[in-house]
């Protein structure tokens, strides 16, 4: 079973840029369709971006043209590279493999605060 491990959140002004990490246990990573999803306080979890095995991506229509998705196989891990970060990205961040996939167990997520 592959186990997710989230990192690389933290407080950050309007503005900033962070990069999140995803590191994935386990053989069979580079064979997924990987996303990552985030989690508002009093919301659902939602897609944020999505890449296949080898490297088409995909986005949500309110990050498009700020976050970038990557992954490298060799190290069974993803990457989100977010820029001109907004309040309303505040929220905990996941990965997992992209929808209509079977899941793995969620990881504990990373907390992205965006605030002054």
């Known amino acids: 079973q592959v186990q997710l491990v989230e990192s690389g959140g933290g407080l950050v002004q309007p503005g900033g840029s962070l990069r999140l990490s995803c590191a994935a246990s386990g053989r069979f990573f580079s064979f997924y369709t990987m996303a990552w999803y985030r989690q508002a306080p009093g919301k659902q979890r939602e897609l944020v971006a999505a890449i296949t095995s080898g490297g088409s991506t995909n986005y949500a229509d309110s990050v498009k043209g700020r976050f970038t998705v990557s992954r490298d196989n060799a190290k069974n891990t993803m990457y989100l590279q977010m820029n001109s970060l907004k309040p309303e990205d505040t929220a905990v961040y996941y990965c997992?493999?992209?929808?209509?996939?079977?899941?793995?167990?969620w990881g504990q997520g990373t907390q992205v605060t965006v605030s002054s």
């Open positions: 997992n493999t992209a929808p209509g996939s079977s899941r793995f167990d």
